[in-house]
């Protein structure tokens, strides 16, 4: 089992549609998850990070966590083309832990 | 405010050769991480410094190592070249050394192995 898993893709969504990106995890007592968009031939931009159980908004993004579960989930509102990208799950898996362990992403994109 | 720098952008080097890549982080974040990146995979972890000393170490062989300077700078440096390193290289800061501090990349820098 992955320490971080994505579905690959591609998630395809027409304009102004709601995008879920989903991502879960191996470790319980990971604490800190994050999430990173990469345009193609770019780094990756954060873009979200929750540590608590629960919704977290950010504009048209929402992350939410659920540790019980292990997932973490990333949903962005009204999506636009130009939110076509590859959207990394990071996560410090493991107690004090520094490292990111990330996902291999999911390629979003967004039909005009 | 400048994000996190690197340089070079692009190196293509030979087999058996050695690379130095270098990294300066946001102003006034002490912690830099360092990642290798290769196509269609997410970013792994091979370094992570704080406060000039190693905080964390991946699973990467001995050919690679890091440092980092008193102004918080960082070299990664790769000996023993192989094919398999051609990848993008990833650094990225953080205020602290802390699990939860949010990482911010730089633009990284392509390495190509002939």
């Known amino acids: 089992q992955k320490e971080v898993e994505q579905n690959s893709g591609p998630l395809s969504v027409p304009e102004g549609a709601i995008a879920s990106l989903n991502c879960t995890y191996s470790?319980?007592?990971?604490?800190?998850f994050f999430w990173y968009r990469q345009y193609s031939g770019k780094s990756p931009e954060l873009i979200m990070f929750?540590?608590?159980?629960g919704d977290k908004e950010d504009g048209r993004f929402t992350a939410q966590l659920n540790k019980a579960s292990q997932y973490v989930s990333l949903l962005i509102r009204d999506s636009q083309p130009s939110d076509s990208a590859t959207y990394l799950c990071a996560v410090n898996i493991g107690t004090g832990r520094r490292a990111l362990t990330f996902g291999s992403g999911t390629r979003l994109q967004v039909q005009p | 405010d400048a994000g996190v720098t690197q340089s070079p952008t692009h190196l293509i080097k030979t087999r058996g050769q050695h690379v130095t890549l270098r990294c300066s982080p946001i102003?006034?974040?002490?912690?830099v991480s360092w990642y290798q990146q290769v196509l269609g995979q997410g970013p792994q972890f091979i370094f992570q410094?704080?406060?000039?000393?190693?905080?964390g170490r991946g699973n990467f062989p001995d050919r690679f190592s890091a440092r980092q300077f008193p102004n918080y700078s960082s070299e990664l440096n790769v000996n023993a070249l192989l094919l398999g390193d051609s990848a993008l290289y990833l650094c990225a800061s953080s205020l602290g050394g802390a699990s939860n501090q949010p990482q911010h990349f730089g633009d990284g820098t392509r390495l190509s192995i002939l």
């Open positions: 410094y704080y406060e000039k000393e190693e905080r």
């Open positions: 929750i540590y608590s159980n």
């Open positions: 102003s006034g974040h002490k912690s």
């Open positions: 470790d319980r007592g990971s604490q800190s």
